[in-house]
RNA sequence: GGGCUUGUGGUGUAGAGGCCUAACAUGCCUCCCUGUCACGGAGGAGAUCGCCGGUUCGAAUCCGGUCAAGCCCGCCA
C-alpha cells in the first residue's frame, strides 16, 4: 500500500493505494456511494459499495469539504462507465478502509462550483477560494516563473542577495510604511519602496552581478493593476555597465522566453523594439503604449493651420496642436456611444471630441463645412482612413492632445476588443528626458529619477536647454503596462551635485539628504546599471488575468485590508507606549 | 480627496411603484434510490431586499443621506 495524488492513481491499476485530500462532491445512491476526492492535482472517484460495512456507514455522513484519507484497489471502469471529461475518468478507488481526517462546516463558499464568486467573500474566505483548481493552478504558475527566472539569473552569474526590510524612510517617490523604533523613540523605519539604494551599495562593495526577487512596499491607492501595500520584483543590477542597452539586451530574452515558453503566447515583434519617450507620447498618447492595435496619433496642424474651423486653429496659433486618430469601421458607433467617449475626453481634459466619419471615400461631419474639400481630402489621405472609419480630433497644447487621444485610443480598443488575448506586444521605451516642464509651479524638475545617470554625462549638462537631456533610463512594456523600470545609475559625485545643482539644490542639500549613498560612491564605485521587473503585473498580464489580486495568494482589497486577518487591528495602549507613540 | 457602477436567503442572480405573503439556480436539512460523475426524485428550512430618513393610500422598486465593494481620476516605478 502506497501513498498516491489522484492523478498519479491512473498508473496504479490493480494496486491497492491510499489518498488524501478534500470531499469535493458526494453522489449517494442509496446502495452505492461516489465520492469525488479532489487534491492539487485533480479529482479522483471512489466508489464505496454496502459490503464495506463500517466503511459505508462512515461515507454516508460525508459532506463536502470533509478532509478524508481512502485506501482501497484501484480498478479500471467498464468502457461505458468512463468519464472521458476528467483525467482519472478511466478508474475508480474501490474502497476498503475510510478515515475522516477533519469534518467542515458547510462552506460559505462552494468550493467545486463554476459560479463567479463576489471577490469579498472570495478574499475573506481565501483558504476556501485557493482550494479551487484555477486558484491552483495560479499558485503553480507564479511558482514556475519563479524557477525559471531563478535558473535564468543563475546561469548568468548574477548571485541573490537579500537587502533589509527595515530600511530607511526615502525622499523620493511614494508614501512610506514606517515601523516605530523602539529603542529610539521618536526615530522610524521605513518598508523599502525598492531595494535601490541597496543594490546600488552592493555593486559599490564589489558583487558585480546581484538579483533579488524582493517584496516591496508603498502605500498608495491600489487599482486593477496595482496592489496595495506589497508585491514582487525581480530586482537585477550589474556592475561595469555603461549603456542600458546592455541591461535590455540581457534581461529581454528571459521575457520573451517567458511568453513563448511558459505563457505559450505569440510574440507580436520578433525583436523587442525600442521606442524613445518622445515618439511613444507622440504616437501613441501614452509612455506605455499597447502596441497590438494601430490607431496612431497623426498630426494635422500642417494640414489644418489656415481651415475654417476656429477651434482648431486657435489651437495651433496658441502654439497647441491638431491630431487626430483613426478608429477602424467606427461609424457603427451610436450617437449615445460617442457621447459616451466625449464624456471620456473630457474627463482627460479635452473641450469636447469632434469628429468626422468617411463616405464615398471622404471625411465628412457636422463640422465638414469648415473645411475646404482639398482639406478634407487631406485629412482623408493622412489618415489613411476608408469608408466607414471614424475620425476622431483632439486639438489643444500637444501634452493635452497626446493625453486626450491617448486614453481614447485605449478606450475605443476595448469598445471594438482589438487587444489579441493570445498575443504579447512587448516594447523597452528608452530615452526618458531628464528634466520635465513643472505646470503647476512653473518651473523645471526632476522627469523621473534622479540617481540615473543623464546621457552623455557632466558634459551633457551644460547645454542652455535643460529640457533637452535625456536619461539613460528604461522601462518594458507588455500589451500596455509597465513591466519594468531600470537605468544607467549616476556613480559619480560630480555628476549627481550637478544634477541637483540645475534644479537650485546647494552640494549641502545633497550631502544631507543622500549622504549615505553619496559616502559610498566617493570611495570607488563601479559604473553599474540595473532594472526591475514587476513580478505581479507580468504574471497577470502573462495568464490573461484583468486583475493583479487574482495572482497573489493574499491581496488586500481596494481600502488595504486583509478581510481574512482582518488586518491593519488596532494596538494595545501599552504596546504603543512601548514604542514611543502617541495615540491620534 | 473626486467621478462612475453595484448592494435582494449561505452563494450567484431575477424582480424597476400595487401582480411580492419576494422568484429562480445552487448550497443546506429529511426521506427514497446499486453506476453516478455539477447523479436523480419527493418534501422542508432559510431574506426585516446594505443602513437611516423622505415622497406615496401603498416602496425591494422613486428621492435624499449614509455605509460598503469594484472600476477610474488624483496619487503611484
New binding site residues.
Given amino acids: 500500500m502506497e501513498r498516491t495524488l489522484n492523478k498519479d492513481a491512473v498508473a496504479c491499476i490493480g494496486k491497492t493505494i491510499t489518498v488524501k485530500g478534500w470531499v ?9 456511494i ?1 465520492i ?1 476526492i479532489r487534491d492539487h492535482t485533480g ?1 479522483l ?1 471512489l ?1 464505496i ?3 464495506s460495512g463500517e466503511t459505508f456507514k462512515l461515507a454516508e455522513g460525508l ?2 469539504e470533509f478532509v478524508i484519507a481512502a485506501t482501497g484497489e484501484v480498478k479500471e ?2 468502457d ?4 472521458k ?2 483525467e482519472t ?1 478511466g478508474i ?1 478507488l ?1 474502497v476498503k478502509e475510510l478515515i475522516i481526517l477533519n469534518k467542515s462546516e ?5 468550493v ?12 475573506k474566505y481565501r483558504y476556501l477560494d485557493l482550494r479551487r483548481p484555477k486558484m491552483q493552478q495560479m499558485l503553480r504558475h507564479r511558482a514556475e516563473m519563479y524557477r525559471r527566472m531563478h535558473a535564468y539569473m543563475d546561469e548568468r552569474d548574477f548571485i541573490e542577495v537579500t537587502t533589509p526590510i527595515l530600511a530607511n524612510s526615502s525622499p ?4 512610506d510604511f514606517l515601523i516605530p523604533s523602539r529603542m529610539h523613540p521618536g526615530k522610524f523605519y521605513a518598508l523599502p ?2 531595494p535601490q539604494q541597496f543594490k546600488q551599495l552592493l555593486m559599490v562593495g564589489g558583487v558585480p552581478r546581484y538579483y533579488q526577487i524582493a517584496p ?1 512596499f ?1 502605500d ?7 496592489l496595495y501595500g506589497e508585491f514582487y ?1 525581480l530586482d537585477i543590477e550589474m556592475s561595469f555597465v555603461e549603456d542600458g542597452e546592455e541591461v535590455r539586451t540581457l534581461m529581454e530574452p528571459l521575457i520573451e522566453n517567458l511568453v513563448t515558453d511558459f505563457a505559450h503566447k505569440k510574440l507580436l515583434f520578433e525583436k523587442t523594439p525600442r521606442i524613445p519617450f518622445e515618439e511613444a507620447m507622440d504616437t501613441y498618447g501614452s ?1 506605455k503604449p499597447d502596441l497590438r492595435y494601430g490607431m496612431k496619433l497623426v498630426d494635422l496642424s500642417a494640414s489644418l493651420k489656415d481651415c475654417g474651423f476656429g477651434v482648431f486653429t486657435n489651437a495651433i496659433k496658441e502654439g497647441g496642436v491638431v491630431k487626430a486618430i483613426r478608429v477602424e469601421n467606427g461609424d457603427s458607433l451610436s450617437r449615445s456611444q460617442i457621447d459616451n467617449f466625449t464624456e471620456k475626453a473630457k ?2 481634459g479635452a473641450g469636447g471630441m469632434p469628429y468626422m466619419t468617411v463616405e464615398n471615400g471622404v471625411a465628412t461631419s457636422s463640422i465638414a463645412k469648415f473645411f475646404k474639400e482639398d482639406e478634407l481630402k487631406d485629412i482623408t489621405a493622412k489618415m489613411e482612413a476608408k469608408d466607414g472609419d471614424l475620425i476622431v480630433f483632439g486639438s489643444d497644447k500637444r501634452a493635452v492632445v497626446n493625453k486626450v487621444l491617448g ?1 481614447l485610443r485605449i478606450q475605443f480598443a476595448n469598445h471594438f476588443e482589438l487587444r489579441d488575448p493570445n498575443v504579447i506586444a512587448l516594447c523597452w521605451i528608452v530615452d ?1 528626458p531628464f528634466y520635465e516642464w513643472d505646470e503647476k509651479n512653473k518651473k523645471i524638475d526632476f ?3 534622479p540617481f540615473s545617470m543623464p546621457k552623455g554625462g557632466l558634459d551633457a549638462l551644460n547645454v542652455e536647454d535643460k529640457l533637452s537631456i535625456y536619461a539613460d ?1 528604461y ?1 518594458m512594456v507588455m500589451n500596455g503596462y ?1 513591466i519594468c ?1 531600470g537605468g544607467v545609475r549616476n556613480h559619480n559625485p560630480d555628476v549627481l551635485y550637478e544634477v541637483f545643482n540645475i534644479l537650485g539644490f546647494d552640494k549641502a542639500y545633497v550631502e544631507e539628504k543622500f549622504g549615505g549613498m553619496l559616502n559610498a560612491f566617493k570611495f570607488g564605485a563601479p559604473p553599474h546599471a540595473g532594472c ?1 521587473f ?1 513580478v505581479d503585473r507580468m504574471l497577470m498580464e502573462l495568464v490573461g488575468e484583468d ?3 487574482e495572482v497573489v495568494a493574499f491581496p488586500k ?3 488595504g ?1 486583509d ?1 481574512m486577518m482582518n488586518s491593519p487591528t488596532s494596538i494595545e495602549d501599552a504596546q504603543l507606549k512601548e514604542l514611543g507613540v502617541k495615540k491620534i
Fill in positions: 469535493n462532491s458526494r453522489r449517494d445512491h442509496g446502495g452505492l461516489f469525488d479529482i472517484q466508489t459499495q454496502p459490503e459532506r463536502d471502469r467498464a461505458d462507465l468512463k468519464n471529461n476528467i475518468g475508480e474501490f458547510t462552506p460559505p463558499i462552494q467545486n462550483s463554476q459560479q463567479t464568486i463576489n471577490e469579498e467573500s472570495r478574499l523620493e517617490g511614494a508614501r519602496q525598492a516591496v508603498r498608495e491607492d491600489p487599482r486593477a493593476d496595482r520584483q509612455d474627463r482627460e486614453a526618458f522627469g523621473h529619477n533610463q522601462d509597465e523600470s526591475a514587476g486583475n493583479i489580486r482589497n481596494g481600502s485590508m478581510l
